[in-house]
């Protein structure tokens, strides 16, 4: 099977692989827990079994609400934040061309915006300025059916769809992904005859990518939602078991063992800026599930090559207390040769002839080196190219493995707490009400 790989040698450099060995048991226990739901936060392991889960009729249910969707609108905007939103958003950007925001909207491929991921006045503003005279539907989504951000997007897109089409017409163009009985949400799904879709209770925000909730968008942008699950689906099988040839595992024991040996931020590096959103994905995966008991491993990310001169100094230089997590992507989909010139005076005939990729891969191969002898250890992801069954895989390895992670941290990796706080002090400053008692208290703080 043509499949993602994981070269850990770079870091096992630093630590030994001895270290990494060590944690063999460790991590086959904290796998055992995350299989068979024996450690905390065992109410939120939907996503572990999910890609076997999904039958054919729910995948055929998603495509065909993204078919008419793809058939009535030029724009269909995803509302959601955090776990509702970086999924689709990543593997969006990963697939579509890096211009198709550019690109006039072709009959039955409508373009896939976002909103409520942001409180930006202007963001929302000019949003609904570009909204004004087009053909729009809305995938509003929120679990809790209760987050700000999202709902005074919805609002406000809601109200001008209706505007803008009539109530009835609207209605057949909003799509709510929500949990199954709770939430503000399905209330109005329910009042207004919404298509619906349910997040299961037992599936995390940050862990929804290959339910409704990533699929749903992710198929309107003209994506193969089958191929992205059959991706996850063999990465679910090829990391059921312990043993040397589960990456997840691997790839968790390997950041504990550098963790453990201060090594405390990992760069998640890309050279593709395709990836970029996939790099946010799995900082808010990773950054979520184990930032808790004053534990955890920062996950930051970084877009190769333009961040090395940005960034290339802090890595290459800076406090030696950070690794590098690579996501080499093999080839490119198309083909671009540096042409010669006669007079050469940019001095680039060296390399004329060359694919440019060819010199994006040296560029990371010199990084990885230079990193790797500026005390920097590094881990290689090869993914074979930019496809919906790679993503697939590459979403539930990192899935797995944080999972694995979170238990060798010894943190539930499948709460946020830490959340609540600044929507405890917003609702406080806002005057939310039933929140009098923190406004006064917030209040004689200012
Ligand atoms: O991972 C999570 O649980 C969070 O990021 C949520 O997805 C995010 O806060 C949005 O929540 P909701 O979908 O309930 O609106």
Redesign the pocket.
């Given at each position: 099977m043509n499949s993602i790989k994981l070269n850990i040698d770079h870091a096992a450099s630093f630590t030994g692989r001895e270290k990494i060995a060590a944690l063999d048991n460790e991590a086959a226990s904290a796998l055992d827990k995350v299989l068979n739901g024996t450690g905390a936060g065992n109410d939120f392991l939907g996503w572990v079994t999910l890609p076997t889960d999904i039958d054919a009729a729910h995948l055929a249910d998603i495509q065909a609400t993204a078919d008419t969707l793809r058939s009535s609108c030029d724009y269909v905007v995803a509302i959601?934040?955090?776990?509702?939103y970086l999924g689709a958003k990543a593997v969006i950007e990963a697939l579509q061309d890096s211009f198709a925001a550019y690109k006039p909207v072709s009959k039955g491929s409508p373009k896939v915006l976002f909103a409520g991921q942001n409180i930006g006045e202007d963001y929302l503003a000019e949003l609904q300025a570009f909204l004004a005279d087009k053909s729009f539907g809305i995938i509003v989504?929120?679990?809790?059916?209760?987050?700000t951000e999202?709902a005074i997007a919805f609002r406000l897109l809601k109200d001008q769809l209706e505007k803008q089409i009539g109530k009835a017409e609207a209605s057949k163009r909003i799509v709510a992904i929500t949990d199954a009985h709770k939430g503000a949400l399905r209330q109005l799904a329910t009042e207004e005859g919404y298509k619906t879709f349910v997040i299961a209770d037992n599936v995390?925000?940050?862990f929804s990518v290959l339910t409704p909730v990533g699929l749903l968008p992710i198929a309107v942008a003209g994506h193969d939602i089958k191929a992205l699950v059959e991706g996850a689906r063999e990465m679910q099988a090829a990391t059921a078991t312990a043993g040397e040839d589960n990456l997840s595992l691997l790839y968790a024991e390997t950041r504990n063992a550098l963790y453990r040996a201060g090594k405390k931020i990992e760069i998640l590096v890309n050279y593709n800026p395709k990836l970029h959103f996939f790099g946010e994905w799995w900082k808010?995966l990773y950054g979520?599930s184990e930032g808790k008991d004053h534990k955890g491993i920062f996950p930051a990310a970084v877009d190769n090559s333009t961040d090395l001169h940005s960034m290339g100094q802090w890595i290459q230089d800076g406090e030696r207390t950070i690794f590098e997590t690579v996501i080499s992507v093999e080839k490119p989909h198309h083909s671009v040769i540096i042409p010669d010139d006669k007079a050469n005076l940019d001095g680039l005939n060296y390399i004329a002839g060359q694919h440019v990729d060819h010199v994006n891969k040296m560029a990371e191969l010199g990084t990885r080196i230079a990193h790797v002898d500026g005390g920097v250890p590094n881990m290689q992801i090869t993914v074979p190219a930019l496809e919906e069954r790679y993503l697939g895989q590459l979403i539930y390895f990192f899935e797995k493995a944080c999972g694995i992670s979170g238990y060798l941290l010894d943190v539930n990796p499948f709460n946020?707490p830490g959340?609540e706080a600044y929507k405890k002090n917003m609702f406080a400053l806002l005057a939310k009400p039933g929140y009098e008692k923190e406004t006064e208290a917030i209040k004689a703080r200012l």
């Open positions: 959601g934040i955090g776990g509702s989504i929120s679990k809790s059916g209760t987050t999202p995390g925000g940050r808010q979520e946020q959340v």
